[in-house]
């Protein structure tokens, strides 16, 4: 009855413990698997995935990885540059023509969520003008796996354009308004009428101003390099898109844990590398923060 029910219950147990790789640590005390879960950890070994079992879960994401930061990271810095040329083409017409449409363009991006921009771009330009494809990284029934070949680098290319263009437009509209906002008060300091004064030329004058107008802009960006692959995750799911924040998705109806935590193991590691390498650049591009000024202080 009852004891042999628990009995079959504990072997059940060690049966799945051992096919999960941890009938080693079955039934030690719990700070020996936590210990050994850490040494795990620092080896990147997450364990199996429970919905792809019994693949690794380091395997899963060594293939998916790539696919989000082709993803990302172009869009991200495309759409910084292109974001603060409006800012600033928008700050130097202050009140003019030129701001107001920058203006009106991006605050109409804005208030567009991520995911019904993309409905709406997958609908005009994949669905009506067949001008994209409507989802996924490449055509799999042309390539069945990954190579190393210009036709396949350009079908991900081509398969990536419409995402691109969703993750650019919606992310432009930040960095166009912070850099016409930062602009604009710098074009009239002291310092900006001095070099008027002494005769610089005006488009000297809105490209020094442009340089430090940018430093706020670029302290954001530096951190939503590490946050945008938490972000993109709709585009995944809305393009089927296999990529980590697509798998994320598919883990997280499914409770695979195992992957769960690899995934936000690389969502904390890229959060805090892009932290790390924004306050290294800042300090290099920004001569207010550089050592040997801080120094004499």
Same mark, same amino acid.
């Given at each position: ?27 030690? /005390? ?28 380091? @395997? ?20 910084? *540059? ?29 208030? *567009? ?47 990536? &354009? ?45 490209? @020094?101003?442009?340089? %430090? &107008? ?43 844990? /195992?992957?769960?935590?690899?995934? *936000? *193991? ?5 959060? %805090? ?7 290294? %650049?800042?300090?290099?591009?920004? /001569? ?10």
């Amino acid at each position: 009855g009852y004891y042999e029910q628990q009995g079959s219950l504990a072997q059940q147990m060690m049966i799945m413990a051992q096919e999960l790789g941890l009938s080693q640590y079955y039934n030690k /005390p719990l700070y020996i698997q936590y210990l050994a879960y850490l040494k795990d950890l620092i080896r990147l070994d997450f364990g199996v995935s429970l919905s792809y079992f019994p693949v690794p879960v380091s @395997r899963i994401l060594l293939n998916v990885l790539p696919w989000t930061l082709l993803l990302i990271y172009p869009s991200i810095i495309a759409s910084f *540059f292109i974001g603060n040329i409006l800012g600033r083409y928008a700050a130097l017409g202050r009140g003019k023509p030129r701001d107001y449409a920058v203006l009106g363009i991006t605050m109409f991006l804005y208030t *567009f969520p991520l995911f019904v921009l993309g409905e709406i771009l997958i609908e005009y330009l994949a669905i009506d003008l067949k001008l994209f494809p409507i989802g996924s990284a490449y055509n799999t029934a042309v390539f069945p796996k990954p190579e190393l070949t210009w036709p396949f680098i350009t079908n991900v290319l081509y398969h990536a &354009a419409l995402p691109w263009t969703v993750l650019i437009l919606f992310n432009l509209a930040g960095w166009a308004m912070g850099m016409r906002n930062n602009m604009i008060p710098l074009l009239q300091e002291d310092f900006m009428n001095y070099y008027r004064l002494m005769g610089v030329p005006e488009g000297i004058v809105s490209q @020094r101003a442009y340089r %430090v &107008a940018i430093l706020p802009n670029f302290t954001s960006f530096a951190i939503s390099m590490g946050y945008a692959i938490i972000g993109t995750t709709a585009i995944e799911i809305l393009f089927n898109y296999g990529g980590v924040g697509y798998f994320w998705s598919l883990a997280l109806s499914a409770l695979d844990y /195992p992957l769960l935590n690899g995934i *936000f *193991f690389i969502f904390i590691t890229i959060l %805090v590398i892009s932290n790390f390498i924004a306050d290294m %650049v800042y300090g290099i591009i920004d /001569p207010r923060t550089s050592h040997e000024e801080t120094e004499g202080l």
